[in-house]
Each structure stands twice: as C-alpha cells, then as structure tokens.
C-alpha cells in the first residue's frame, strides 16, 4: 500500500459560517462551491476542502474532529490491506464515482478518517452518497 498525499479534509462543525469564513477570508482558500448544509473549497493543489453545518444530518459520523483522507496509489490494494489488520470501516462497500472509490474508518485513536483513490475495484455499479 502507498499513501501519495492527504487527498481531502472535511469537518462538521456548528461553527458552520465561522468556518467557511476562516477557509474563504483568512486563508484565502478558493470558493468551489456551496449548498445548504456545506461549503466546499480548494487548496493550490487540487485538495478539496469541506465544511458542513452542524444541522448536516448525513455528516454526523465525522463527530467533532476533522476527517482527513489517505490518498493512496490503489484503492482495492489499500482497502484489503486495512480489512486484513483488522481497521473497520464504517460502512460495508466503497462509494464510487467518476473512477474514483472512497471509504472512511474509525483508527485506533478513536477519529474517523478515510482512503481514497482511483477506482481500481472489480467492475460493479457506481454509487456516490
């Protein structure tokens, strides 16, 4: 398994505005997009940023900690390899979209984290959340 980067950061905070105003005014960070439960933003590198409110229902597993993303250079030989040293994901199959897979696990400090990388999976249907 290799780890080539931190591919995303995300939080679920109740400090919603407070923090899409620090990712957009004191760090400058660029504004890709905004719905009513998040807003989304992009570092120099392509790494995408994302802040959910607090009232955001389907976020509720990140708890109160920033979720960060392994990327790794292949997304079947990384999960195997988690699967195999007994880390639990959170949820039993991958989401999927546009070539890429996604997962996020619990590590043994308690947080929730999650790899993400090309779909290299044996073909199966597309799923996104």
């Known amino acids: 398994m290799k780890v080539l980067s931190l591919g995303w950061l995300g939080v679920r905070t109740a400090q919603f505005e407070a923090m899409s105003a620090f990712y957009r005014d004191v760090l400058g960070l660029e504004k890709i997009g905004e719905d009513s439960s998040s807003s989304r933003f992009l570092l120099a590198d392509q790494t995408e940023v994302h802040v959910y409110g607090g009232f955001d229902e389907f976020h509720t597993f990140f708890g109160s900690a920033p979720v960060v993303a392994f990327q790794v250079e292949s997304f079947r030989e990384a999960q195997t390899r988690m699967l195999e040293s007994g880390i639990a994901f959170l949820y ?29 999976l044996a073909d199966g249907p597309d799923s996104s959340f």
């Open 92 to 120: 039993p199959e991958p989401q999927r979209h546009a070539g890429r897979a996604w997962q996020h696990f619990r590590a043994p400090d308690g947080n929730v984290y999650e790899i993400m990388g090309p779909d290299d």
